[in-house]
């Protein structure tokens, strides 16, 4: 199958501004793009004719609860945060996704195609993260992998047990409470690589929270830091490099009071909600600048919901909340489509219009934005299958 007579947004380098995307095709074939080009292509019966309108890469939104946080549903649909252990790594966010949450239709509906839904951030680790996509009915079909592991920074594990009069109630104690389970992690690894070199030594006693540290020591997994205050981000940076992780930090609420050095750094953060309040003490220097600045610095951004905190169909919004706060609008674009992809580690199957990725593609009407808050795709294809038409899945 193809999808001619487009305008192709293929998310590549050099980005064309929208009236000046080429023209062209994209074959489908498998679940993948097969093959592409631009101007005219032959046409079959099966064929989709774009008439001219842009076809975008599905969305991406790297930081979200969707199907662990149930939409509507209190504790009973509230699997977010096991909120009993402050080291948890080696829970597992697909054991929690509930891929009947209406809003995994609501994200596809509005081109959102992939998604990382993410333990909450009541502990200090909080488990695995999984990237999936947005249709399904078994999450073990719909995953991509898991993407690394989820810790938390500040004044959530704070909070949380502190009105249990539990540890951590301080900075302090969260930051070393993920030093000892990572030192820890280090010596079970030591421990199973001697014992296999050496027949007299027996393998330690099986530790599921070493094992769920083992990919994130030896960088095969992201460590994803929840973080919105500066100092915490300067935490999350040294613990990563005490360690040799390979860090990504979520929220980065006061990141553009330290751009540089996150630039300098080389580490991606996932902007976001840029939706809401100044709800808590952590965002008291939360500005819609923010995005905008940490790409003039050069740090690789992404744009998140944070769903069900802002809802995720609103993903494209806060794209443009970002342009409103000073983000060029391909950044921005950027930001929800491969540069997301490439941050979460994806990008071997999705982010980009290019042959051999999942075709998982958007279409627009010509002269519509795909940010625009009243703009709906005209269709969503996941897989290379139509999964929802005019807003509607």
Not at 112 to 120: A, D, Q, R
Not at 179 to 188: F, I, S, W
Request: glycine letters at 10%; hydrophobic letters at 40%.
């Amino acid at each position: 199958m193809r999808i001619y007579h487009a305008k192709l947004v293929t998310m590549e380098t050099p980005m064309y501004p929208d009236d000046t995307c080429p023209m062209g095709w994209v074959e489908v074939a498998d679940g993948h793009i097969t093959d592409m080009g631009f101007g005219e292509c032959p046409i079959d019966s099966e064929d989709i004719d774009a008439n001219g309108g842009y076809l975008l890469p599905g969305f991406l939104d790297i930081h979200t609860h969707i199907g662990i946080i149930e939409d509507g549903i209190d504790f009973e649909g509230d699997d977010c945060n096991e909120a009993t252990d402050p080291f948890s790594p080696q829970l597992r966010a697909i054991d929690a996704i509930n891929p009947f949450d209406p809003c995994f239709a609501d994200a596809c509906a509005r081109g959102i195609t992939t998604v990382l839904s993410s333990p909450g951030s009541a502990n200090p680790a909080g488990g695995s993260i999984l990237a999936l996509k947005t249709v399904g009915t078994l999450v073990d079909d719909m995953a991509i992998r898991t993407v690394g592991l989820k810790f938390a920074l500040g004044e959530n594990p704070k909070t949380v047990y502190d009105g249990r009069d539990e540890t951590p109630v301080t900075r302090m104690a969260t930051a070393a409470i993920l030093r000892e389970g990572l030192q820890k992690a280090v010596r079970y690894r030591t421990d199973c690589e001697a014992a296999e070199q050496d027949v007299e030594l027996s393998l330690p006693d099986y530790d599921s929270k070493c094992e769920a540290l083992l990919p994130v020591l030896d960088g095969t997994q992201q460590a994803w830091f929840h973080c919105h205050r500066a100092d915490d981000m300067a935490t999350a940076l040294r613990i990563a490099k005490e360690f040799g992780l390979r860090p990504v930090l979520i929220h980065g609420t006061e990141g553009y009071l330290i751009a540089d050095a996150l630039a300098r750094e080389q580490v991606p953060i996932v902007v976001g909600p840029l939706i809401g309040t100044r709800c808590k003490p952590e965002l008291q220097k939360q500005t819609l600048r923010n995005a905008g600045l940490l790409k003039a610095a050069g740090v690789e951004i992404a744009i998140c919901t944070d769903h069900p905190e802002v809802p995720i169909a609103y993903l494209p919004a806060s794209a443009t909340m970002a342009v409103k706060g000073g983000l060029a609008l391909a950044d921005a674009l950027w930001a929800c489509t491969a540069g997301a992809a490439e941050i979460a580690g994806i990008a071997d199957r999705v982010g980009r219009i290019r042959v051999g990725l999942d075709a998982d593609l958007q279409l627009y009407a010509p002269n519509v934005s795909a940010l625009a808050l009243d703009t709906e795709p005209d269709w969503v294809m996941i897989d290379g299958t139509i999964v929802s038409k005019g807003g509607v899945s």
